[in-house]
């Protein structure tokens, strides 16, 4: 997945969660943050940011916020879109006579609806942005929507019907996803869960560009009980 443009930013603040002001070639921006999450160890005043300007006509911003470079240098990818388009990409590569996005079950929107061979898998994608010590974890707020696409998931596993949650890693030498329970302790849980009914864990690091992010690798978390 790569940015048609990029430019970089020094960031200044965070307004509300939807907008950022930054320091581009001399002036003050607004731009828009392509992340509602709360983002805190990342976007601190003075970090470098990078923007892109998707050209979309009636916006009231120019830029959109899609990585920042945390203390110590390690770049993050923090463009919620991301990750379904990088496993898109992915996914493309991997042989499946048929992807098809936002596919309905139960009273949700699961992220793909893989085919192939007469196999149905419902796959689940979560983007990662918190690095803590080299390991990932999700959420960094809480979402009662993730843990809501984990019960249907569940419940698929129930019916038969293989399933798979994904972790897309948004930066590079993190290998690892652990829920964050001190965040949100219903998605630890509802995670448990969905590992001991079955459903498939899989890690996705990823190269980090200021302009890209490419999946690199697929690490198959051990099912519950058998590590």
């Known amino acids: ?43 601190l005043p003075g970090a470098e ?3 892109t300007a998707p050209g979309t006509a009636g916006r009231s911003t120019t830029y959109d916020l899609v990585a920042v470079r945390k203390p110590g240098g390690l770049l993050v990818n923090i463009d919620s879109q991301a990750p379904n388009r990088v496993v898109r990409e992915w996914l493309e590569g ?8 936002e596919s309905r ?8 609806c893989l085919e ?3 196999e149905r898998v419902l796959l689940e994608v979560k983007g ?12 960094d707020a809480p979402t009662e929507r993730g843990a809501k696409h984990l019960r249907e998931l569940v419940r698929a596993r129930r019916e038969g019907i293989r399933a798979a949650l994904a972790f897309v890693i948004q ?8 829920p964050n329970t001190a965040t949100h302790p219903g998605f630890g849980e509802a995670l448990r869960e969905a ?18 992010l490419t999946v690199t690798a697929q690490i198959r978390r051990p099912r519950a009980g058998s590590r």
């Open 1 to 43: 997945m790569r940015y048609a443009s990029i430019v970089r930013a020094v960031f200044l603040d965070r307004p509300n969660r939807f907008i950022a002001h930054v320091e581009l070639n001399g002036r003050v921006e607004t731009v828009h943050v392509k992340n509602t999450g709360r983002c805190r160890e990342l976007l």
């Open 49 to 51: 940011v990078w923007l």
């Open 94 to 101: 991997q042989g499946w006579d048929r992807i098809t996005p």
């Open 105 to 112: 079950y139960g009273s949700s929107r699961i992220d793909f």
């Open 116 to 118: 192939r061979g007469g």
């Open 128 to 139: 990662c942005t918190l690095e803590v010590g080299g390991i990932g974890y999700f959420p």
């Open 171 to 178: 930066m590079d030498g993190v290998t690892e996803v652990r």
């Open 195 to 212: 590992e001991e009914a079955g459903v498939e864990i899989l890690f996705l690091p990823c190269r980090a560009e200021p302009d890209s």
